[in-house]
T-cell receptor, first 116, second 109 residues
């Protein structure tokens, strides 16, 4: 089944304890992206990747890191989490995205992160 | 400050009514997408509009992209309880996507 998977689905942690949220897609998509969703603000893009070893900042990259060493995986790293990073996180992938148009973005099920 | 505004924020209607949801911005986008999100799940793409003035229909849903590619609307005809959900618009600026805050629609039987 074609899908985007995220792990863990729920995570409660404490301030400053490094964590990684994994994202994997089995559709051979080139484009992958991370978003956070907060009430009243919608989804905000954190980082995106056009292909292996190509990553770029979205609108809210502070406090986050990403890597794209393999096409299927795009982990989100929080080196020193803080309470303002408590949020619902979504990973997404798309076959292609160009300057003029975009193919369908498929979203994972979400990871609910609480930082105490 | 939201780059993309959506109105209304909340909408509760009776089954069979028509409704329109708006997505507005002062920025130009290369394309605009509409998604629907159910509780506990990720957004699911409904449509992508690319050309200014473009109109797309998906059964009872009609999507329109403004001539200047800054705004869009979603019209639902004869709403059904299954249409209940959070409707999100997203504008593409190249490879960067900006989402609106969403319209939460509730269709009562």
């Amino acid at each position: 089944e074609a899908q985007v998977t995220q792990n863990p689905r729920y995570l409660i942690t404490v301030t400053g304890k490094k964590l990684t949220v994994t994202c994997s897609q089995n559709m051979n998509h080139e484009y992958m992206s991370w978003y956070r969703q907060d009430p009243g603000l919608g989804l905000r893009q954190i980082y995106y990747s056009m292909n292996v070893e190509v990553t770029d900042k979205g609108d809210v990259p502070e406090g986050y890191k990403v890597s794209r060493k393999e096409k299927r995986n795009f982990p989100l790293i929080l080196e020193s989490p803080s309470p303002n990073q408590t949020s619902l996180y979504f990973c997404a992938s798309s076959l292609w995205v160009t300057e003029e148009n975009t193919d369908t973005q498929y979203f994972g099920p979400g990871t609910r992160l609480t930082v105490l | 400050t939201q780059l993309l505004e959506q109105s209304p924020q909340f909408l509760s209607i009776q089954e069979g009514e028509n409704l329109t949801v708006y997505c507005n911005s002062s920025s130009v986008f290369s394309s605009l997408q509409w998604y629907r999100q159910e509780p506990g799940e990720g957004p699911v793409l409904l449509v992508t509009v690319v050309t200014g003035g473009e109109v797309k229909k998906l059964k009872r849903l009609t999507f329109q992209f403004g001539d200047a590619r800054k705004d869009s609307s979603l019209h639902i005809t004869a709403a059904q309880p299954g249409d209940t959900g959070l409707y999100l618009c997203a504008g593409a600026r190249g490879q960067n996507f900006v989402f609106g805050p969403g319209t939460r629609l509730s269709v009562l039987p």
